[in-house]
């Protein structure tokens, strides 16, 4: 099982992630967001932080939990590299997240991602029984 995919789109780009669980599912799209805008082998981590949204169902979750990472990338000018889910309900998630301050010379931004959109946004089961989930950003 690959943990995610890029997804060519015509203006944006998208990703397709999948996990055993719901729990590796979010982290794992966390991950590949963050792989579309960086190498993320060059991050080590440097700072924990606690993490928090709510939902209003699984698709709207997961947007949500991007949109806060890429909130915390502009805010605090940190790459995220490791992501751990530790609750995660229908409405609701809490997460531990690890990452570093953004050093050019250690870290190149591939690309920049805007937001998370709701743009043919979907959670569920696949066919062979992995969760799965698929989000486009706007760059």
């Known amino acids: 099982m690959k943990s995610f995919e890029i997804l060519d789109h015509t203006a944006d780009i998208g990703i397709v992630a999948r ?6 599912l979010f982290a ?35 947007v949500t939990w991007l949109n806060e990472l890429l909130y915390v990338y502009e805010v605090k000018s940190a790459i995220l ?10 409405h609701s998630l809490k997460a531990l997240v690890r990452g570093e301050p953004i ?15 709701y743009y043919e946004a979907r959670v569920g089961k696949n066919a062979e029984g992995f969760w799965e989930a698929q989000v486009y950003f706007d760059l």
Not at 19 to 24: A, I, Y
Not at 41 to 59: K, Q, T
Not at 107 to 115: C, M, P, Q, S
Request: glycine share 10%; aromatic share 6%.
């Open 19 to 24: 996990g055993r669980d719901l729990k590796e």
């Open 28 to 62: 794992n799209a966390a991950r590949g967001m963050f792989s579309v805008m960086t190498d993320l082998d060059r991050v080590n981590g440097g700072f924990d932080l606690e993490v928090s949204v709510e939902g209003n169902d699984y698709e709207d979750l997961l």
């Open 81 to 90: 590299g490791n992501f751990l889910i530790t609750d995660l309900g229908r």
């Open 103 to 117: 050093d050019l010379r250690k870290h190149t931004i591939n690309r920049e991602i805007k937001a998370c959109t």
